[in-house]
């Protein structure tokens, strides 16, 4: 009988690389989204251009990032069929790599960003205006994630999203 892997291990691997779909910027408070090729991405601050830009107190939420493959799911769950990415108000989606497997890591988007995921990104009560009644509950547990910029760049749409090794260190952010 095989010893089962260790944990390490088992959060260590992911399946394959992702890839960066799109970029949202607001750059006014309540001010609808809108979609961009690029952006440059500072550390301390996040992206430039967006609303939130250098506005996150502990750093922790400077950037956000929602999975490609939960959009669908959300507005099948909403009664929304076809929602767009934009309405779920996040900054960066991404495809091919899930994003809750990057729980207390850093990952790279391009050659040169790097960021830290540093907390869930539950959805707000403005879902309920964007999605309808029990839009909040609809997009529960698929809100994604926030991020800490650690290494400054420009990230493009197309870019790949690689999750960086995983160290004992890191083990600690992780509860199950």
Known sequence: MSTPPALTELLS??????????????????????????????????LVGDRYRGRSPSGKRQVTVIQAEH?????????????????????LVVAGIPVGA????????GSEVVLEWTEVCDPCSRMEQALGAGGYNAMRGMGGVCARVLAPG??????????????????AAFDG
């Open 13 to 46: 691997t992911l399946p394959q690389v992702g890839r960066l779909e799109a970029i949202w910027l607001r750059p006014a408070r309540r001010s609808e989204p809108r979609s961009v090729s690029a952006v440059e991405v500072k550390v301390g601050e996040g």
């Open 154 to 171: 420009e990230i493009r749409v197309g870019d790949t999203v690689v999750a960086l090794p995983i160290d004992a260190d890191d083990l």
């Open 102 to 109: 990057l729980k207390g890591r850093r990952f790279r988007i």
């Open 71 to 91: 959009v669908p799911v959300i507005g099948a769950l909403s009664g929304n069929p076809g929602l767009s990415a934009a309405t779920l108000r996040r900054n």
